[in-house]
């Protein structure tokens, strides 16, 4: 079995091959997904919020500015604040129609509505898909300045070397944590892959039992 205890206000990274069921861990996590053993718990007080790789919901009406403002509840000079965080800046900008909004615009709409959502504890899979630099740039200080817990499936090295303060991976079939960002976790692999292990050492060292005829 595989444990994960996430603290409060820490940041994690999750990774793992394909197919390995990271996106399954976090739908379970969320409590969409039923675990064919085992529990999970929040603890008192969090308030998840889920940024999917595949569903991302807008508003269908309405402009860019009125959707932060309905979903926050900021004022609009602070929903502005936040859209300019997002690389949303200018009236024009903020008077777009939400349907006028390209595909990776959408992402970083849904991204900044999630961070200013209310919720403690933001679960993203895979969020930096289909964004440019500059917005995956964005995104990572957004992070990287949330004051609450973020749990972030990602194969993007760059925003696992910028906002998680460990990892934890999908090892064979169980998870392992490292602390550190991407380039921590490659180093302690290559220096355990450097050494032989212990077991392979004492099966040369033991002669082999003689095959019976």
Do not use: C, M
């Not at 991976?169 to 450097?194: F, M, Q, V």
């Amino acid at each position: 079995g595989a444990a994960l205890a996430i603290e409060r206000g820490e940041k994690v990274g999750l990774v793992g091959p394909n197919g390995s069921g990271k996106t399954t861990l976090l739908t379970a996590i969320l409590g969409a997904h039923p675990l064919d053993g085992g529990t999970v718990r929040l603890g008192h007080g969090v308030v998840p919020g889920y940024f999917s790789q595949h569903a991302i919901e807008l508003p269908d009406r309405g402009t860019v500015l009125d959707a932060t403002t309905a979903a926050t509840g900021l004022s609009r000079p602070q929903a502005q604040k936040l859209l300019g965080r997002f690389l949303f800046s200018g009236w024009e900008t903020h008077e777009r129609a939400v349907t006028a909004l390209s595909g990776g615009e959408r992402r970083r709409l849904a991204l900044a509505l999630l961070v200013a959502s209310g919720a403690n504890f933001l679960v993203l899979d895979e969020p930096t898909n289909h964004l440019d630099v500059e917005s995956r740039e964005a995104l990572e200080a957004a992070l990287d300045a949330f004051p609450g817990t973020v749990l972030l499936v990602s194969h993007d090295r760059a925003v696992l070397d910028a906002v998680p303060s460990r990892i934890v991976a999908i090892e064979d079939r169980g998870l392992r944590s490292y602390d550190g960002g991407w380039a921590d976790l490659e180093r302690e692999r290559s220096a355990e892959a450097a050494v032989p292990s212990l077991d392979a050492e004492e099966r040369e060292r033991k002669p082999r039992r003689p095959s019976r005829p």
